[in-house]
C-alpha cells in the first residue's frame, strides 16, 4: 500500500509524466518503416493503392465479411454509409456514444433521435429504441459501446417489424465477436474506426463493412467522388480514401492483435484485481464466451457507496498526472447542437444521464504496465480511504475537469 500522500492533499504526483487514456499502439516500428519506404519507392501514396487493398482483403477474411471499404476516418465512413443506404427523416440512435455517431447524421440533415441504453450494458435499450419510432424513422444506428456487443438480435427484430434498416457504428468493436460471429457482419452495414486511440490504429482510419453487394459498390463510388474511371463521375462522392501510409500503420497493427488483445486482456485483468473489493467502483466485464479486444477499462464508481463522487476520483486522479477520461459525458444529447434542438431529450434518457456521470475510462495498452496499474489501483484505494478530506480540498477547487 502507497503511503506517500494523494497529490490532491499536498503529496507528489505518483508519475512524474502524463499517463494518457487512448496512447496509440504504435505496432512493430521495423515492420512499419519497411513499409513505408516500399510506398515510397512505389511513389504510390493515396487513391485506392496496393496497401489499402491489402488491409482491405485482410480485414474482410478477419471478419468474414463479403465486402471492406476502408476510409480516411469512422465519421466520413458513417456519413457515407448513411448516404448510401439512402436514411433519411430520423434515424434512433444511442445518446451514450461519442459524438461522431449523431454528427454523421445531423451533417447530412437527418434528425438524430436519442433512445436510452440499457445500464447492465451500456447499449442501446431495444425496448426503449421502439417507443421512439414514429412514420418519419427510417433506421437505427446502434454503437457497441466499449467493443461489447449491442442487443443485434433484438434490435434486427424491431427493425424488421417495423421496416427499418439497422446499421452499426462498430468504431470500438474491432475483433470482438457476437454469438460467436465477428462484428462487421451484422445489420446492413457496421463501421470500424481505426484512429490512433483505437484497437486497430491505422494513425486515422476507418473501415465499412457489408454483405450487400449493391451497397458496397455504391460506398465505393461514394468513398472516391463517386469515379467509376478516368473522367466518369457516376454518382455522387466525397473524399473518404484512406491514404496508403494509413493502410501501412493498419496493416502493421493488424500483424500485432493477437499480441495486443494478450497485453490488454493482462491490463483488464490486473485492474480487475487492483480494484477488487473497494465499495463502490466497479468494472464492467468482458463476456468470457466472445473474443473481446480489452480496448477500454471502463469503472463505475456509485458515489452513495464510495464516499466520493466520479469527479472528485477523476480530480485525485488527474493531480497523480492520470488523465483518466469521462466518456461519454455529458452525453451526446447535452452536446450543441442537439442540445438546442431537444432541450427535454434528457427526460428520456433517464439511465444514459445515470451511468454518464459514473464512468471513469482508465489508461491501458501497450503504454501501461503493471507496476502503473498497481499505482492507480492504490491512489484509488487511497482516495477512498480519504475520501472525507479529499472531498473537503475538492469542494475549494473550481477546476475538478482538467
Ligand atoms: N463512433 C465512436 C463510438 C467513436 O468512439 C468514435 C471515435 C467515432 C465514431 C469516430 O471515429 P473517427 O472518425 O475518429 O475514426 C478520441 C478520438 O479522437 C476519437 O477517435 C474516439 N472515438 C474518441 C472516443 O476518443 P477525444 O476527443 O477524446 O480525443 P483526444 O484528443 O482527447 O485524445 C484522446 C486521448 O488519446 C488523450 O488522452 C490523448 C491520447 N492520444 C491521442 C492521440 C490522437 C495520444 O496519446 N496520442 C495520439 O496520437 O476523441
Given amino acids: 500500500m502507497n503511503t506517500a500522500p494523494l497529490a490532491i492533499l499536498g503529496g507528489t504526483p505518483a508519475f512524474p509524466a502524463l499517463l494518457h487514456v487512448g496512447r496509440p499502439n504504435i505496432g512493430d516500428r521495423e515492420r512499419l518503416l519497411?513499409?513505408?519506404?516500399?510506398?515510397?519507392d512505389r511513389r504510390w501514396l493515396s487513391n485506392n493503392g496496393p496497401f489499402v487493398q491489402q488491409l482491405e482483403r485482410q480485414i474482410a477474411?478477419?471478419?468474414?465479411?463479403?465486402?471492406?471499404?476502408?476510409?480516411?476516418?469512422?465519421?466520413?465512413?458513417?456519413?457515407?454509409?448513411?448516404?448510401?443506404?439512402?436514411l433519411k427523416g430520423e434515424v434512433i440512435v444511442p445518446a451514450y456514444t461519442f459524438?461522431?455517431?449523431?454528427?454523421?447524421?445531423?451533417?447530412?440533415?437527418?434528425?438524430?433521435?436519442?433512445?436510452?441504453?440499457?445500464?447492465?450494458?451500456?447499449?442501446?435499450?431495444?425496448?426503449?429504441?421502439?417507443r421512439h419510432i414514429t412514420p418519419r424513422t427510417t433506421a437505427i444506428l446502434a454503437t457497441h459501446v466499449w467493443g461489447r456487443p449491442c442487443d443485434v438480435d433484438g434490435l434486427a427484430e424491431i427493425a424488421e417489424r417495423?421496416?427499418?434498416?439497422?446499421?452499426?457504428?462498430?468504431?470500438?468493436?474491432?475483433?470482438?465477436?457476437h454469438n460467436g460471429r465477428m462484428i462487421g457482419g451484422f445489420g446492413l452495414a457496421e463501421v470500424f474506426s481505426f484512429h490512433a486511440t483505437k484497437f486497430l490504429n491505422s494513425f486515422e482510419g476507418g473501415a465499412i463493412c457489408t454483405n450487400d453487394d449493391a451497397l458496397a459498390k455504391r460506398i465505393r463510388l461514394m468513398t472516391n467522388?463517386?469515379?467509376?474511371?478516368?473522367?466518369?463521375?457516376?454518382?455522387i462522392g466525397t473524399n473518404g480514401k484512406m491514404t496508403e501510409v494509413c493502410a501501412a500503420m493498419g496493416l502493421t497493427s493488424l500483424e500485432g492483435i493477437d499480441e495486443l488483445i494478450a497485453t490488454n486482456r493482462r491490463n483488464y485483468l490486473a485492474y480487475r484485481e487492483g480494484l477488487a473489493g473497494l465499495p463502490g467502483i466497479s468494472l464492467i466485464d468482458y463476456s468470457d464466451g466472445e473474443r473481446n479486444n480489452y480496448q477500454y477499462v471502463v469503472v463505475e464508481v456509485d458515489e452513495a457507496v464510495a464516499g466520493l463522487s466520479r469527479d472528485e476520483l477523476v480530480g485525485v486522479l488527474h493531480a497523480e498526472n492520470v488523465l483518466a477520461r469521462k466518456y461519454f459525458w455529458p452525453g451526446v444529447h447535452r452536446m450543441e447542437p442537439y442540445r438546442s434542438l431537444f432541450p427535454h431529450s434528457y427526460l428520456l434518457l433517464p439511465d444514459t444521464e445515470r451511468v454518464a456521470?459514473?464512468?471513469?475510462?482508465?489508461?491501458?495498452?501497450?503504454?501501461?504496465?503493471?507496476?502503473?496499474?498497481?499505482?492507480i489501483s492504490q491512489l484509488i484505494r487511497a482516495a477512498l480511504t480519504h475520501r472525507e478530506q479529499v472531498g473537503a480540498v475538492l469542494s475549494n477547487s473550481s477546476n475538478l475537469d482538467r
Avoid at 519497411?34 to 515510397?40: G, K, Q, V
Fill in 99 to 130: 459524438v461522431a455517431t449523431a454528427h454523421a447524421l445531423q451533417w447530412q440533415e437527418i434528425t438524430p433521435v436519442f433512445a436510452d441504453m440499457d445500464p447492465a450494458t451500456h447499449n442501446l435499450d431495444p425496448a426503449r429504441v421502439e
Fill in 225 to 235: 467522388f463517386g469515379f467509376a474511371g478516368f473522367d466518369n463521375v457516376v454518382h
Fill in 162 to 177: 417495423r421496416g427499418l434498416k439497422l446499421m452499426f457504428d462498430a468504431a470500438h468493436a474491432f475483433g470482438c465477436s
Fill in 34 to 40: 519497411a513499409r513505408i519506404n516500399d510506398l515510397l
Fill in 61 to 86: 477474411d478477419y471478419v468474414g465479411v463479403k465486402h471492406v471499404i476502408c476510409a480516411c476516418n469512422a465519421t466520413i465512413g458513417l456519413e457515407i454509409a448513411i448516404r448510401a443506404a439512402d
Fill in 357 to 375: 456521470s459514473k464512468v471513469i475510462v482508465l489508461p491501458t495498452g501497450t503504454a501501461v504496465g503493471e507496476l502503473e496499474i498497481a499505482t
